[in-house]
């Protein structure tokens, strides 16, 4: 990268973080009740710390994984705990956070954006901030969220640090960590014996992969993580792409090792969709048992879609060669043996675009029952 593409980098944002500071100083501003306003605006307050006092009551959610898959249910769990840590992978190789971490050498951030973005209060005005894309010149591609990271990153000297800044920053509910601050690679073998390094190639070679770790295999996870899973009252896994969102944080040995000695219940939330490339004729007993090969034991709770997919939608899906997850009986009697719990519900959400998403508020709902099932039977 070129000395004036660095400093228009620079520029943009530093620039970018002076202008969020300002928006937040200015919303707290405008909650300040004029005088005219003053009866309204003190009822409006009330109702408001009731709510955020309520938040604080909520249980202790930890979810673990990255891309749309937990940002979306960030969304939902973020309207009944502020107790949220997102734990999130960071091995992430395209697009803007590849670039950034070819270039710069700092973890991919696109992931840690969305969650960051998801858990804000104010979560559409900072979406449109956050992922505005550039497209022109050196910095075409790269959303401005990604580049207040590393410009973060490049003042505290510390991405782990940069993470905090702006969860602080946002007055988010809840905080956003990188499972590791290392720089990691995912690694898989395959049938023939064929050696797959990087997300890029695992995603294409799913179907042939027998076995995945992590380079290097002795990274450490950042100490604030295992703190999180010793006071959570759930571990959620997914949803989210299987080898690139969710195994890469388990296959850290002592994520692994802490979670399976935890008390809290264990939930994996199935794919609405097999992944072309990457999940491709899996089926969720597939999933799940990479799951348990993974953390070394089956999760407690296993949260899977009845719900049936507009054919319209559903076609265009298998066009492009994904298909339905679906729980026949065969696979619950499996999972039921090995001391699955198995929730079923109707979890779709179809965006404006025709872009299938698990329901953010029904998948919240489930969630907290689960707690709440938990802490009665204690």
């Known amino acids: 990268m070129s000395w004036w ?28 009740p004029s005088g005219k306003q003053k009866s309204d605006s003190r009822t409006q307050n009330v109702m408001t710390k ?29 309207a009944y705990t502020q107790n949220i840590t997102a734990v999130v992978t960071v091995t992430d190789e395209g697009g803007s956070s590849g670039r950034l971490k070819n270039e710069w050498g700092v973890l991919p951030p696109g992931d840690i954006r969305n969650c960051l973005v998801s858990l804000a209060e104010h979560d559409s005005s900072l979406n449109s901030i956050l992922n505005f894309r550039f497209d022109r010149g050196e910095l075409a591609g790269h959303n401005l969220g990604n580049l207040i990271l590393l410009a973060t990153t490049e003042l505290t000297g510390d991405f782990h640090l940069a993470v905090e800044e702006l969860n602080h920053l946002l007055a988010i509910r809840g905080r956003v960590l990188p499972v590791t601050t290392e720089a990691v690679t995912i690694a898989g073998k395959t049938g023939k014996g064929e050696i797959l390094r990087g997300e890029l190639e695992i995603t294409g070679r799913g179907a042939d992969i027998q076995s995945v770790w992590i380079e290097p295999r002795d990274a450490r996870p950042v100490p604030d993580v295992l703190a999180a899973f010793r006071t959570a009252d759930a571990i959620i896994l ?5 080898f690139t969102s969710i195994l890469p944080n ?40 990479w799951i348990r090969q993974s953390l070394g034991c089956y999760p407690d709770y296993v949260i899977a879609n009845t719900g049936r997919i ?19 009986e065969r696979q619950a009697d499996a999972l039921e043996k090995a001391g699955c719990k198995i929730l079923t519900g109707n979890f ?27 802490r009665e039977n204690r």
């Open 5 to 32: 593409s660095a400093f228009t980098l620079g520029l943009l944002s530093g620039g970018a973080v002076v202008f969020l500071i300002s928006l937040v100083l200015r919303e707290e501003r405008e909650e300040k």
């Open 238 to 242: 997914g949803p989210g792409s299987l």
């Open 50 to 78: 009731a709510v955020r006092h309520r938040l604080t009551q909520g249980p202790e959610i930890v979810a673990i994984g990255g891309g749309t898959g937990l940002s979306t249910l960030l969304a939902g769990l973020k």
């Open 310 to 328: 507009p054919d319209q939608y559903l076609e265009a899906y298998k066009a492009s060669g994904a298909d339905a997850l679906i729980l026949d």
């Open 250 to 289: 388990l296959l850290i040995k002592d994520v692994a090792e802490s979670l399976s000695t935890i008390s809290a219940p264990k939930v994996y939330i199935v794919n609405l969709m097999t992944q072309p490339g990457e999940t491709p004729d899996m089926n969720i007993l597939d999933h799940v048992e």
């Open 348 to 374: 779709i959400h179809v965006t404006e675009s025709g872009t299938l998403r698990h329901h953010t508020q029904k998948l919240a709902e489930t969630i907290v029952k689960i707690v709440r099932e938990v």
